[in-house]
């Protein structure tokens, strides 16, 4: 059984940083496809940063420049680092861990697991 445990957030001032981390049991973060979402109130849930097939990452455009996704196998843990926050980036922030290299919002079990979710506010 999965499971995915986000940390890490909390409230910034814009310019902030945050780091997220996501611990994961179950499996390991080196051998599924795993990657951030966030989700802000009325909106639908989308892709932040994950790492896709044969390990290329990809961010989402107002993710880039300013988000470092990261894995560490050892730890089984995934991070998001947040650097140069603005209001625009506050949301629940959920981390992902799926079988297949094209992860939707609407994946679930057993293909997809999804943590709780940790909440960003820049403000």
């Known amino acids: 059984h999965v499971q995915l445990v986000e940390s890490g957030g909390g409230s910034v001032r814009p310019g902030g940083s945050l780091k997220l981390s996501c611990a994961a049991s179950?499996?390991?973060?080196?051998?599924?496809?795993v990657g951030w979402f966030c989700q802000s109130p009325g909106n639908e849930r989308e892709a932040a940063a994950q790492?896709?097939?044969?390990?290329?990452?990809i961010y989402a455009d107002s993710a880039k420049g300013s988000f470092t996704i990261s894995r560490d196998k050892v730890k089984n843990t995934l991070y998001l680092q947040m650097d140069n926050l603005n209001p625009d980036d506050t949301a629940t922030y959920y981390c992902?861990?799926?079988?297949?290299?094209?992860?939707?919002?609407?994946?679930?079990?057993?293909?997809?697991?999804w943590g709780q979710g940790t909440q960003v506010t820049v403000s």
């Open positions: 179950g499996t390991n973060v080196n051998n599924v496809y």
């Open positions: 992902v861990a799926s079988w297949s290299y094209t992860i939707v919002p609407g994946c679930l079990s057993p293909k997809c697991y």
């Open positions: 790492y896709s097939y044969g390990g290329r990452i």
